[in-house]
């Protein structure tokens, strides 16, 4: 079984910052990608920012010069550092994990956060 667990979602005014963190707990052999989604009523979700194991990051072009992925020392955990938030950032935020759960032979597998809100009204 696999746990992700994240934190740090809120209500903040425009301009304001926030960040959000996931931790990865479970049957986890190896993590590939962790990674931030968003979706917002009557959108599709879309790539917020994510994090390989060899640290290639790829943002969402929103996103780009505002925000800010990064991995925890324990490899289990990311966190993202948004600056500059805007009313448009406002959307459910979910942590995404792509790993092998067992050995290096398993089948890739992903799993979902349960989301984090976000709103950024004044």
């Known amino acids: 079984q696999v746990h992700l667990v994240e934190s740090g979602g809120g209500l903040v005014q425009p301009g304001g910052s926030l960040t959000l963190s996931c931790a990865a707990s479970g049957s986890i052999f190896a993590i590939g990608t962790m990674g931030w989604y968003r979706q917002s009523p009557g959108k599709q979700r879309e790539l917020v920012a994510s994090?390989?194991?060899?640290?290639?990051?790829d943002y969402g072009d929103s996103v780009k010069g505002r925000f800010t992925i990064s991995r925890g020392d324990g490899k289990n955990t990311v966190s993202l550092q948004m600056n500059n938030l805007k009313a448009e950032d406002t959307a459910v935020y979910y942590c995404h994990m792509l790993f092998l759960p067992t050995t290096y032979k398993s089948d890739p597998a992903d799993y979902w956060g349960q989301g984090t809100q976000v709103t950024v009204s004044s």
């Open positions: 994090i390989d194991f060899d640290d290639t990051i």
